[in-house]
């Protein structure tokens, strides 16, 4: 599987270095709602719930716009595109540009413990395996675990087998099965990418 030549719907980079900028702030909002969609893609409570966890009310005119989106109609400051209707300031873009791949490689001693990830299928996330030598891992590549990537099982990506690494697994070590990718200049945020493969769209392209 080649996820730099994916492209997904991500909405243009804030200029403000030192702030979230809307385009992280709008990408973590969707990553909360898209998982309740999914489960339930005709219910509205969702959207407003956690739109107005964040001050933003779902007024008539927002539910409008939802209604014209689902029944295939533009509204004003959205634009059609391959991905479906997307807002104006939202464009494609190939995760290559987005993304970088990062990869550590274990010099695997004999006698020293290691403990590997797995990755559970279903957006199920990380999960950590028993401790084995270094000699038990005979001769396959293994690398060092970077904490905040998004990484996938190459293997099982049709069975949307993705997570995000965090700090607890510094130290742990993954098969080279599993590529990480960290976003470059917060270009994507990693929630909202897992989210997106977790919809019927991005499991088609995974598969």
């Known amino acids: 599987m080649q996820i730099q030549n994916t492209a997904v719907a991500i909405q243009h980079s804030g200029e403000q270095a030192n702030t979230p900028s809307s385009a992280q702030f709008n990408q973590q909002l969707l990553a909360q709602i898209l998982p309740e969609l999914i489960r339930n893609p005709e219910s509205l409570k969702s959207l407003m719930?956690?739109?107005?966890?964040?001050?933003?009310?779902?007024?008539?005119?927002?539910k409008h716009r939802i209604e014209k989106i689902r029944h295939g109609n533009v509204p004003d400051g959205y634009k059609k595109t391959k991905a479906g209707i997307l807002p104006a300031d939202w464009d494609?873009?190939?995760?290559?540009?987005?993304?970088?791949?990062?990869?550590?490689?274990?010099?695997?001693?004999?006698?020293?413990?290691?403990?590997?990830?797995?990755?559970?299928?279903?957006?199920?996330?990380?999960?950590y395996k028993e401790p084995v030598t270094g000699s038990a891992l005979g001769n396959?590549?293994?690398?060092?675990?970077?904490?905040?990537?998004?990484?996938?099982?190459?293997?099982?990506?049709?069975?949307?087998?993705?997570?995000?690494?965090?700090?607890?697994?510094v130290g742990m070590i993954g098969s080279h099965r599993f590529p990480m990718y960290r976003p470059v200049n917060d270009r994507v945020d990693i929630d909202y990418l897992i989210s997106y493969f977790l919809t019927k769209r991005g499991t088609d392209i995974l598969e």
């Open 92 to 127: 494609l873009h190939m995760l290559g540009e987005c993304l970088s791949r990062v990869e550590k490689p274990v010099e695997v001693k004999p006698n020293e413990l290691y403990t590997q990830i797995g990755i559970r299928s279903h957006g199920k996330g990380i999960f």
């Open 49 to 62: 719930e956690i739109g107005e966890k964040y001050g933003e009310k779902m007024t008539p005119e927002i």
């Open 140 to 169: 396959k590549a293994v690398f060092w675990i970077e904490p905040d990537c998004f990484i996938v099982n190459i293997v099982f990506a049709w069975e949307q087998a993705i997570g995000k690494t965090t700090q607890s697994e």
